[in-house]
C-alpha cells in the first residue's frame, strides 16, 4: 500500500510541473491575471492535496492597502523577494493568506491568492476543515490555508520549485476571468485588482462581484 500510495503521489506531481520563475509575469497585476486557471500543490504526509486557483487580488507597487506600502519589515520581508516566493501572515489572529510575491527582488507587492477550485487529495482536505461540502472547502483565503495546511512556516518559501507547496503549470484554457474592486479593504477600495474565473461556484465574495 504504501508504495503504491508513493506511486500515486509521483503521478500527481508529476501532473503539476513546477511554474518556472521565468513563465512569471514582472507585473503583479498582470501576475495576478495569470495565476488564475494555475494550481496549487500542497505535499502531506496523507498525500498531494491540490487545487486550481479561480480568484487573486493584486496589491501593486505603492498600493495603500498592501502590507509592502510602508517599506521592508521583519514581517513583509518576503514580499520585497523576486516573485514567486510565498509571503503568509495571520490575519484577525484566527487565519492565515497567502501571498505570492510579484516583482523584482527588493520592490515589494503581492499577489493574494483567493479562492482554489479543489482537485487532488479532497478527504484530505476535507478532514483538514472538518467540513464536507466541497464548495466550502477552499473558497475564501483563510479557508484555502486551512485546507492545504498552510501557515507561517511557509512565509519565503519559494514556490516555483517543487517542494511541500508550488505553484503548478496547468496548461488547460481557464476559461474567461473577470475582474472587479478588491474585497474586504479600505484603501485604495476602487483599484480593479481582484481577478477571477467567470461562473466558478468556488469564487468567493458577494454574488455581483462573481458574475
Not at 32 to 51: C, D, F, H, N
Request: aromatic share 6%.
Amino acid at each position: 500500500m504504501g508504495r503504491a500510495n508513493a506511486l500515486k503521489r509521483d503521478r500527481q506531481r508529476d501532473g503539476y510541473p513546477p511554474l518556472a520563475r521565468t513563465e512569471l509575469p514582472i507585473d503583479t497585476a498582470a501576475l495576478a491575471r495569470y495565476l488564475i486557471g494555475k494550481i496549487l500543490a500542497r505535499e502531506l504526509p496523507e498525500g498531494i492535496a491540490s487545487g486550481r486557483i479561480v480568484e487573486t487580488e493584486a496589491y501593486v507597487v505603492g498600493d495603500a492597502a498592501g502590507h509592502a506600502y510602508r517599506g521592508m519589515t521583519p514581517r513583509n520581508r518576503s514580499l520585497f523577494l523576486e516573485r514567486g516566493h510565498a509571503y503568509v501572515y495571520l490575519a484577525y489572529g484566527t487565519a492565515y493568506m497567502l501571498n505570492v510575491s510579484s516583482e523584482t527582488a527588493g520592490i515589494g507587492a503581492g499577489v493574494l491568492i483567493r479562492a482554489l477550485e479543489p482537485r487532488d487529495g479532497i478527504p484530505i482536505m476535507q478532514r483538514n476543515r472538518n467540513i464536507t461540502r466541497l464548495r466550502d472547502l477552499a473558497r475564501g483565503p483563510g479557508r484555502l490555508t486551512a485546507a492545504l495546511r498552510v501557515d507561517r512556516r511557509f512565509d519565503g518559501l519559494d514556490l516555483s520549485r517543487e517542494g511541500p507547496l508550488w505553484l503548478g503549470r496547468c496548461d488547460h484554457d481557464p476559461g474567461e476571468i473577470g475582474q472587479s474592486i478588491r474585497i474586504g479593504i479600505a484603501r485604495d477600495a476602487d483599484s480593479r485588482l481582484r481577478f477571477y474565473l467567470r461562473g466558478s461556484p468556488f469564487v468567493s465574495g458577494p454574488i455581483s462581484l462573481r458574475l
